[in-house]
């Protein structure tokens, strides 16, 4: 570990050397499995690393960090040496259609969706990849799994689409009643479209 390192080498600061990791989310490594999260915070520990989940970098100054915890108190942490990781914000086009949609669209860090990729408040339009703030982490795992679902889900709609003017076509005509019902259950299947369900399919680092 590189924290064991930094003691073994430089024993003058070995008590003196402190770690704090700040993050803002629940947990460590959102986009990785409970297991793993478990894991490294669990080393982190091990390693004398302070976890500070839950808490938000408010400020920085030249010598110390304002941070504000899940209570909303503030609290000041000196440093010597800052390393920041920073996420994405949404981008203007996404901004744009939020702001069309103020009562249904209320996450600042992009759109929010239902289970079926459906903008919440406009239905009519899909949304996915890093353009979403749900419960999948911005991945392009993630994204290519959503992507390959959606086309597939518009050519259901296709086809669902023109099974019902069939179906009318053959209703006004007055067909066999068989016939009828044939394009009633393919209707049926075209009409039933699952909700997306992402498979973690394991993480490089």
Avoid: C
């Avoid at 976890?51 to 920085?60: C, F, L, N, Q, S």
């Amino acid at each position: 570990m590189v924290v064991d390192d930094l003691r073994k080498w430089y024993p003058e600061i070995a008590d003196k050397l402190r770690i704090t990791l700040i993050e803002a989310l629940p947990n460590v490594l959102p986009a990785f499995s409970k297991q793993l999260i478990e894991y490294t915070e669990s080393t982190f520990r091990s390693n004398k690393i302070d976890v500070m989940t839950r808490t938000a970098v408010k400020d920085v100054g030249e010598k110390s960090v304002i941070v504000q915890d899940a209570n909303k108190n503030t609290h000041e942490i000196p440093y010597g040496l800052l390393v920041w990781a920073t996420g994405n914000t949404a981008r203007e086009l996404s901004r744009k259609l939020m702001a069309k949609l103020p009562e249904h669209q209320t996450n600042r860090r992009g759109i929010t969706t239902d289970e079926h990729l459906r903008v919440a408040g406009a239905p009519e339009i899909f949304a996915l990849g890093d353009a979403v703030a749900g419960q999948y982490a911005p991945t392009a795992q993630v994204a290519s799994q959503q992507g390959t679902w959606l086309a597939r889900t518009l050519v259901k709609m296709a086809q669902a689409e023109k099974l019902k003017e069939e179906l009318n076509q053959l209703r006004a005509t007055n067909a066999d009643p068989a016939d009828v019902e044939r394009v009633v259950k393919k209707l049926n299947r075209a009409a039933d479209v699952p909700s997306f369900t992402y498979s973690h399919q394991g993480s490089l680092a």
